[in-house]
């Protein structure tokens, strides 16, 4: 008896241990998940493996699982360079077609720092990539001409809706992969639902790049290795989305994120300094997406929003036209409880008619959830953005050495971003003619499927609203 309670007692003591050692197993990787988030050591003037500090990720803290912090690890410079070097050994069949595509907000960064107008930032800015070996620079607000065409039917059409379902109002703007993670991994379905469906300038120029391009140029899409230059870090998490992947070709749309402080970091490493004309060579073109010639002064072009893509200037005049017949010139904000909480509004016969909102930061973004979730929220549409101030205020590109951010170069960033002529999407030529060509009209079920997605919450926790920002 004694020895048949010493074997069970021995059992259950080796139950007990592998349990532990799972436990511990767990523990690690759950540890260097949050290194991966916590690490107080500021790596953005060191080029290292990537890493997203939980000050740089705008998402909650606890979203990430493991698998994805690994991936996310992956997305660095040392990525692109493995991708270069391969291209450079004899078996072809392994070789990649390198295309970058790089974000409207992150152009600026580039200007500001290397004191050059916006024109010459992107011709340089080519240069020194096909330097590197880049096959392909793309500019990715053509997808955000897309994107905002979209969104812009789609308030068209919830609006009208409205009055016979539930959650067609208000929209919540789709764009920033911050707010989309925070929206899906902590909140209900009662916000998920309106989030506008368009998918975001980044998801789109995946499918830009890895369809559209990939056949004109007839490549399968996994010989391509499409890397996004943007100036937050929530887009390295967007790029390794469900709905991002074509299972077909066993291919993500966008393989990397790099930072626009990355790039600096492999400037600085190669000892290369976009003020010197000289470390580019004679091709300086920057290829915007269909075009490929030489730019010209004033090729560069942005959309209305001071620091954005501008969804709610977009939406808002285009809403005004097609629901009210009123023609909107100019827009006047109204700063609120501070100057990241701005609201929009249209008057007719008296009447408030449009009321739109732009929320920058996780504060104002906590605050306009719970009036929505108290039945107290008066907007129609709200352009949601994670970084307080907008894009151009991207971890990834507006902070000093010691992690803080950088007021100055912040300014200067604006300074020029305003200087941009902008382009209303309606009148790229090129958009039009790839709505036939490439999508089947406008109205067909290839746009669904394309150009749009559907967002869901997929993890609630009961203290979402209680996380402090």
Known sequence: MDCLVLNKTVTACLLF?????E??????????????????????????????????????????????????????QKELFRILNLNKKCDTSKHKVL??????????YFAAKFNLSVNDAAKRLCGFL?????????????????????????????????????????????????????????????????????KSPQQIMGSLVKGYFARQQNLSPDKIFHVIVAPCYDKKLEALREDFYTALYNSQEVD?????????????????????????GADLSFCCFLRFDEIKEGDVVRHDGKRSDGYLEHIFKHAAKELFGMDVKEITYKALKNKDFQEVTLEKDG??????????????????????KKGKFLY?????????????????????EDGKPDKTLLNQMEEVYAAIPVRLPETNMHVQKMYQDWLEGMDSKKVQETLHTKYSAVNQTASSLDIKW
Request: aromatic share 8%; charged share 15%.
């Open 130 to 198: 096909k330097s590197l070996g880049v096959h392909y620079v793309f500019d990715t607000t053509i997808a955000a001409d897309f994107s905002i065409l979209e969104s812009q039917r789609e308030f068209v059409q919830r609006y009208q809706r409205r009055n016979q379902e539930e959650h067609a109002l208000p929209m919540f703007a789709s764009a920033c992969p911050g707010w989309i993670r925070y929206a899906e991994r902590v909140l209900t379905n009662l916000v998920t639902s309106h989030i506008c469906t368009a």
């Open 17 to 21: 241990n592998q349990v532990i050692a």
């Open 380 to 400: 129609h549409f709200v352009e949601v953005l994670a970084c307080p101030g907008g894009c151009l205020n991207g971890k990834g590109q507006a902070q000093t």
């Open 256 to 280: 990397c994120v790099l930072t626009s402080g990355e790039i600096v970091q492999i400037m600085e490493q190669k000892n290369v300094s976009m003020k010197d004309e000289l470390n580019f």
């Open 23 to 76: 436990v511990l197993k767990i523990a690690q990787s759950l540890f260097n998940t949050c290194l991966l988030f916590s690490s107080q050591k500021n790596e953005f003037h060191t080029l290292a493996n990537a890493k997203i500090l939980l000050s740089d990720c705008l998402a909650c803290d606890n979203c990430m699982t493991s698998e994805e912090g690994a991936r996310v690890f992956q997305q660095n």
């Open 351 to 372: 009447e408030t008619v449009l009321r739109f909102a732009a929320a920058y930061g996780f504060r104002n973004i906590q605050n306009m959830v719970l009036k929505l």
């Open 99 to 108: 295309a970058v595509s790089i974000c409207p907000q992150s152009l600026p």
